[in-house]
């Protein structure tokens, strides 16, 4: 598309008055996530294939092994699950968190990994799978979708899935910004 001068000005309004809905959003923060950054997830060795036991357990690595003040660990008893299956929807995760309304901690979360979308998708399937669920994560410990950042980051949609796996620098940063 050729923007002329006169193109060129409407934007610039438009976007001084706000009245186009960029794709782009600017939180980097939801509004709730855990309280300490200390989490646990059901067992899911029994649940799963080796091969999605696997993507769970990098990714759940993918974090504790990074820089950022957090801790993911597998119990019997946790209240928080982890799914992996078909679901006819157009993501490829999706978390949903019972929280606090005051305060915004989250009591209790469910994840959800599409493999119905990721398999359509990806083109290194062990990778992709990681790369969402490392991102879902995220947003257990207050990581927004698509944080409006020139920074690599593992909560954007546009990141390659079928490489990035780990939270990046900017993720962690963040994070540590919530769990000092
Ligand atoms: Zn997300």
């Not at 309280?35 to 649940?47: L, M, N």
């Not at 995760?93 to 005051?102: A, F, M, S, W």
């Not at 979360?109 to 990778?127: D, G, L, M, R």
């Amino acid at each position: 598309m050729k923007i002329n001068k006169k193109m060129a000005v409407f934007l610039c309004m438009a976007l001084i008055c706000g009245f186009l809905v960029l794709p782009v959003q600017a939180a980097t923060f939801m509004n709730c996530g855990d309280a300490d950054g200390k989490i646990t997830v059901q067992s899911y060795k029994d649940k799963y294939s080796a091969k999605w036991t696997k993507i769970i357990d990098k990714s759940i690595a993918a974090w504790n092994d990074s820089s950022a003040n957090v801790n993911i660990s597998v119990s019997a008893q946790s209240k928080n699950v982890i799914k992996a299956k078909r679901y006819n929807d157009t993501w490829y995760g999706l978390t949903t968190q019972t929280h606090n309304k005051t305060s915004g901690y989250t009591s209790k979360f469910i994840i959800k990994v599409n493999t119905k979308t990721i398999k359509a998708k990806a083109t290194n399937y062990s990778k992709f799978a990681r790369s969402t669920v490392t991102h879902e994560f995220g947003h257990v410990f207050w990581l927004a979708d698509n944080p409006n950042t020139k920074k690599s980051s593992i909560m954007k949609y546009d990141r390659d899935r079928n490489t990035m796996v780990k939270p990046q620098q900017f993720d962690i940063d963040n994070v540590n910004k919530k769990y000092k």
